[in-house]
């Protein structure tokens, strides 16, 4: 029930992105960056040094970076250590009973840390949504159209944008800005977001399109 050791293997590059069902294009004025679970615990079974982990943390640390330059909302989603067998659910069943709440598993890292002004919001089951005010976050903010980044790609990644789609907001995946157990996990999210709810871009896409 425990996560199993992620191999090395080699993110996808542009020309290798499905193409997407929907013409979304992002805007700095509506959109809003959401960096999932990069929790000291989640990036444990990958080889820190090596890909996908190591240039998926550094893609994301530019996104963050002209996201914040842009005033763009940066949310995180953390999930607490310890959780009451009752509150975790059938995750438990899945994934045994999860992280500890001790630093070493909790802590975002220090490449992602969350800055002032940015939002930590308790995750609590697969979708960001579930259990959040992330929508209504977002709303109040004028933004209808999330960039999903993190890991792990076909677990929460995925759940969070199809929930998106269905509250009406417009999703886009960094491809290259996340990492998963397996580069066929990390296809199949990409190609079943593109069919059915949102728009993967590259990094360097997306940084040509926020400035």
Not at 42 to 56: E, G, M, Q, V, W
Not at 184 to 198: K, S, T, Y
Request: charged share 25%.
């Amino acid at each position: 029930m425990a996560l199993p050791t992620i191999p090395a293997y080699p993110l996808p590059t542009a020309d290798e992105l499905p193409t997407p069902r929907g013409a979304w294009r992002p805007e700095t004025g509506r959109i809003a960056l959401l960096v999932h679970d990069m929790q000291r615990y989640f990036l444990s079974r990958f080889d820190a040094d090596a890909s996908p982990l190591a240039p998926a943390i550094a893609n994301l640390a530019r996104l963050v970076e002209r996201c914040r330059a842009l005033g763009i909302p940066v949310f995180y989603t953390a999930q607490r250590g310890n959780q009451d067998r009752r509150d975790r659910g059938l995750q438990a069943d899945l994934w045994g009973p999860g992280m500890q709440a001790i630093d070493e598993h909790e802590a975002i890292i220090d490449a992602l840390a969350p800055a002032a002004g940015d939002h930590v919001l308790v995750k609590h089951r697969y979708s960001a949504f579930q259990r959040s005010n992330l929508e209504q976050l977002m709303r109040v903010r004028g933004r209808d159209q999330l960039l999903i980044t993190g890991v792990y790609a076909h677990i929460g990644l995925l759940s969070t944008a199809t929930e998106a789609f269905q509250r009406d907001i417009e999703t886009f995946i960094a491809a290259d800005a996340v990492a998963d157990f397996s580069r066929a996990d990390h296809d199949m999210a990409l190609a079943w977001i593109a069919r059915a709810c949102g728009v993967p871009l590259a990094t360097d896409r997306l940084l040509e399109i926020l400035q």
